[in-house]
């Protein structure tokens, strides 16, 4: 399977923890981007990396959360003092350098923080 | 800033009725315009794509036509089966220059039945 892959699938943790999520993108893609999903909501960006470079950052994106992708390949989103509205699906796209620009997504990581 | 209004959902509709599910955009310049489904318990899949005015993409059936005098793209099948119930979400990318990340609208439920 040559597709997004994301770990873990599900998280669950409570108020206050740290968590950390992995992304490991199509090969050959250069692009990565991190969106988040609330239910019965759109994905919403939160931070996108070309190689190794973060080069946009939402406003979504509190200082609790923190995202690298070393060497260009997989990334970490990490969230710390996690709190019941981080609540939601994680999602991860990458895309190559060229195109029309479509994004291919993993399957996402489901936090819930109780 | 970019925004993507999509239809209301949910839709019910009956094995090979014909759907179409409403979609526009605000945007500057021209963005380029996709449709992803979300299958139950699966992350989103591309299901077509436009990057310019006029272009009609397509794929299992599905149609969908960048109209920029109106500012929509409209998902559009002509006879639905039980098996394209899913989340349906219109998105838009900035043109080259701009913000790379995609722009969602609220998703739309459709369900199928026999």
């Known amino acids: 399977d040559t597709g997004v892959s994301q770990d873990p699938r599900h998280k669950i943790t409570k108020r206050g923890q740290n968590v950390t999520f992995r992304c490991d993108p199509i090969?050959?893609?250069?692009?990565l981007y991190w969106y988040r999903q609330t239910l019965g909501q759109g994905p919403e960006f939160l931070t996108y990396f070309q190689n190794e470079a973060q080069l946009e950052k939402s406003r979504l994106l509190s200082d609790r959360f923190s995202a690298e992708r070393p060497k260009g390949s997989f990334s970490t989103l990490e969230i710390q003092r996690t709190e019941q509205g981080d609540s939601a699906m994680y999602l991860c796209?990458?895309?190559?350098?060229?195109?029309?620009?479509?994004?291919?997504f993993g399957p996402g990581t489901r936090l819930t923080v109780l | 800033g970019n925004s993507v209004t999509q239809m209301e959902g949910p839709v019910t509709l009956s094995e090979e009725a014909f759907l179409t599910i409403n979609c526009t955009y605000t945007?500057?310049?021209?963005?380029?315009l996709f449709w992803y489904v979300q299958y139950p318990g699966e992350g989103l899949q591309l299901l077509l794509k436009?990057?310019?005015?006029?272009d009609k993409g397509s794929n299992k059936g599905f149609e969908a036509t960048y109209r920029k005098e109106t500012t929509s793209f409209h998902l559009e099948k002509g006879s639905v089966q039980v098996s394209d119930s899913a989340v349906y979400f219109c998105?838009?990318?900035?043109?080259?220059?701009?913000?790379?990340?995609?722009?969602f609208g609220s998703g739309t439920q459709l369900t199928v039945l026999p």
């Open positions: 436009a990057t310019k005015a006029d």
């Open positions: 796209a990458s895309s190559p350098g060229q195109g029309a620009g479509e994004q291919f």
């Open positions: 945007a500057t310049g021209y963005p380029s």
């Open positions: 090969s050959e893609h250069n692009r």
């Open positions: 998105a838009l990318r900035g043109p080259s220059g701009s913000a790379r990340q995609l722009t």
